[in-house]
């Protein structure tokens, strides 16, 4: 999403609100938001925290982590824009109602920790995002651990861990097959507004 490397990382919050659970094999709808014309997916891996703390090291970061997830991170474009042309926050563009769609969560203790294996994005029969978990430029221990100095991670927090390159646009009918290797599949199927 235009960096160059490992400059800080970045987060922004979103509320219980935006959070759309889908059990696995169903298909979920989620509703094309209100203020947008540029409405957009970005795949992600979900990080379920399942025992809480502060300052957290990378490398005691897996006791803490509950289980994985595909989500995406739905993102009304144009208004996020406008927030980072004006210095302003993104919540308009990140932060709104079913802006978070997550797959049934796959226990640590069943998947592992993933640092490798596929993550794509389907959309109406055409792959749209392609990459290797192993391309993230922060580890999800790194980013957790990064998210810990700032913030009490407490149990039942999602973290969502970043998009490959391949974003883009979504219309009502849409529909998407987010896949990540050893995880249950997320299918949502994007409805008219509200």
Not at 39 to 64: C, S
Request: charged letters at 20%; glycine letters at 12%.
């Amino acid at each position: 999403m235009g960096g160059d490397g490992r400059e800080q990382p970045f987060f922004f919050l979103k509320s219980e609100f935006s959070l759309v659970p889908s059990a696995e094999g169903a298909t979920t709808d989620v509703h094309y938001p209100a203020k947008t014309t540029n409405y957009h997916y970005e795949t992600e891996m979900v990080v379920a925290i399942g025992t809480g703390g502060r300052r957290i090291a990378a490398k005691d970061v897996t006791r803490h982590i509950w289980g994985y997830a595909v989500g995406l991170d739905m993102t009304r474009r144009d208004l996020q824009q406008v927030g980072k042309d004006k210095g302003r926050p993104w919540d308009f563009g990140k932060n709104f109602d079913e802006s978070a769609p997550c797959g049934a969560l796959t226990p640590a203790a069943k998947a592992g920790h993933p640092s490798t294996g596929a993550i794509t994005l389907v959309v109406n029969g055409k792959e749209r995002q392609k990459a290797d978990l192993a391309d993230m430029i922060w580890s999800v221990p790194e980013q957790i651990e990064y998210l810990s100095m700032y913030y009490t991670l407490e149990p039942g927090d999602i973290i969502m861990s970043g998009t490959p390159a391949g974003v883009g646009p979504m219309q009502p009918g849409d529909a998407l097959l987010a896949h990540i290797d050893g995880l249950a599949d997320l299918k949502v199927r994007i409805a008219p507004a509200l």
